[in-house]
């Protein structure tokens, strides 16, 4: 059937609406009737509107672009090829798309580690004798893999202790990791097979692997969930605050640590939603408040991180307006974040600049908000930046986020010296909110696992609802269950205790080196070494002694850190029969007040004072001036801080500690000494070089000779001179010119007294 054209329709392209046919061709010359059962019930029944219907040309044989009739106007030309509908010729296939796209990064790393451990395996298999052909190649061995194979592959990844570049292998130890590497394995079995692992094979492999968990000795029990709570972080937060065992480069990393931890708790989000939250996904409003009063400052987030297969999915908006008379300043997501963001200058208006001013505004007329609009330019500012040394100065990396490794590390030091038994890590929000959450009866079941960004109440069943069940007795006995009781002996603050060791005595030291294992490799370093002297030249002698020096101090490190965790963790129950014979005998003295003394170790700078003295205060008054008066000073303070120059984090062995109770009852004998450079002396008599001169800073006692900078203890001063004047050719007290870094230091150590 060919298109009938009305005769006057014009010859752009168009059809007049009352003889508007298919335009399909055909040799029949009878009308059109289309077949009403064949009609597309979303497209409309009637003619679409003369201007826009497509023309249709058809391209040249030999050529990818669409002819143009030649008796078209340019302009016709130009509105028509807009209009055209393009070839398939982009060139876009299906097996060009990565078989891991929009998957996690980590679950990527898993699956190639078993996809190379299996290479690696085949490999060792094909260089036995007499071995089957199949293990030449990885995949075609995985096809014709049989159970016995896939239970002595898992048997040899158990027994892997480095890889191969010789990195040493974390282990396993927990029975979930050995089904974690099963899981993944399956996956590259059905990715080569393209077939699902057969029942049968999958059963005899599960057989297995509970024969080598028994024989390996695995723990089977999955990691505890114990939940931590507002009443946890309070604490954390303040310890983070005005700790001075743990340093930064910058005031300002202690600031979003403690943000880190209150947006954590209040929007229950994994770590990597909040580590990806930047300054475009704020919203800061005013909003009018409906029981009457001044507005009240509102920040919304929208974390984009979701743990979807499919890419994005359905977003949450948290909305958390200002409570002016919260629980702490310390835990106020307001105060911590109009800090960062007064501090970079964050707002689009120009004369929005402090807390004071932004108290000024008003929602006028009949509105509900007034937007407090963020900069455009400062669209990919993370909240959580990345904090980094370059040429000697620290350096907030705003388009940069921090490292999650870097994030779990300073929880972990902070966990230690706030008391915690075992270490704080951001799951644990998961698991205190989402416990709440259930709790509460304000939140329906659907709407915790909308929060929580779980598809079914299995997945909170399974992994978050807390498996530390109190109130039983009194439900039994018909009594009312006490809440509070209930939440204090199961939340993380349950197990706190100050005194627990972070740092291994000299005893526990000379004990580590006593290690058979490390012994063994000391004499094999020391082997080396006299072949090293005699055969100087040897470059392969050399590299092995390089490697097994580096092996050496691994091991060492390794076990002393082994020594430390099990000295922490039986430290509860020595430390409790100490307790118990002092309180009923007397036989020992307590000495806590000089042990907080030593604990503090170095004296609190004066903008970390100004800090901690806004923070740490409680309202006084109902006056809401005197409120917003208090909140504004901790965010003048905090902005004042987050540029304060720390030094960095601490260095070498740690002063001394007093000694423990245990000493008074079971004394032990002197551990050896170890020869420590010791800092100047603030004394006259001792105030000199051996030439006579005197040092300039020893009488200021801890000033540094090349700037005029002063610090409150001589730690302060190594640290600044290693980050700011490392990169210095001349000492500025002498006036005296060198050539290289180690000849300033050289310089430092025996003329100023500084040991870098």
Known sequence: MRRRRSPNASNHGITSESSYTSPIDTDDDRPFEPDSSETDLTEPEYSPPAGRTIARKKSSPNSGTKSLPADLSNVERVHQARYQVPDDDTDEDLAQVPEDYGRSNKTKKLKLRLKERWAWFCQMKAMELSTDPKWEDAEDALREASPNEMHRFLNWCLKLEYSPNGRRQKGYTKASALEADWKYFRIYYTRVTKNEMSKEMGEAVRTGMRYLVDKRGLDKQPRANVPVYIEDMIPFNETILQTREKRFHLGFQRIILCLYNTLGLFTINRKQAMLDLQFKHLQISLQQDPHGGPPKPMIELEPQFVKSVLGMSKLNTF??????????????????????????????????????????LLVEGDRQEMPLPLKKEMDNYYVFPKVEVICGQPRILWETSMNGSTLDAQLRTSSEIHGFLNHFFSHQFRYGGGDLLDKSGFVSEAQRNVI??????????????????????????????????????????????????????????????????????????????????????????????????????????????????????????????????????????????????????????????????????????????????????????????????????LRGRRKRSAPSDDNDIDPSPPARKIKTNTPPTSSREEGHTAGGKPIPNVELTFACFQCPKTYSDYNGVKRHFRTSHFTDRKCNFCDLFVLHEMHLRGHADGVHGLRT
């Open 452 to 649: 929580m960004a779980h598809a079914t109440s299995r997945t909170f069943i399974k992994h978050y609802r807390p498996r530390r069940h109190t109130g039983l007795q009194e439900i039994m006995c018909g009594l009312n269950p006490d809440e509070e009781f209930s939440k204090a002996v199961t939340r993380m603050s349950r197990w706190i205790d100050r005194r627990r060791p972070r740092y291994l005595s000299d005893a526990d030291r000379e004990s580590v080196e006593k290690d058979p294992e490390l012994q063994s490799a000391i004499r094999w370093q020391v082997d080396l070494e006299t072949q090293c002297a005699d055969r100087s030249q040897n470059p392969a002698l050399r590299a092995m002694l390089e490697d097994q020096k580096r092996k050496v101090h691994n091991l060492r490190r390794r076990l002393q850190d082994k020594r430390r965790k099990e000295t922490r963790r039986d430290f509860s129950r020595k430390q409790a029969v100490i307790d118990i014979e002092r309180q009923l005998t007397g036989g020992a003295v307590s000495d806590e007040p000089a042990r907080e003394v030593l604990r503090k170790e170095f004296e609190m700078p004066s903008e970390q004072i100004l800090l901690v003295e806004t923070f740490f205060t409680w309202p006084t008054t109902d006056s809401l001036e005197d409120e917003w008066t208090r909140r504004n000073k901790a965010v003048a303070a905090g902005i004042q801080y987050c540029g304060f120059q720390e030094g960095g984090p």
């Open 319 to 360: 909305a958390l307006p200002e409570i002016v008379y919260g629980v702490s300043l310390v835990f106020s997501p307001h105060v911590l974040l109009f800090i960062i963001l007064f501090y970079v200058h964050a707002f689009e208006a120009p004369h929005l600049t402090s807390m004071e001013d932004l108290r000024r």
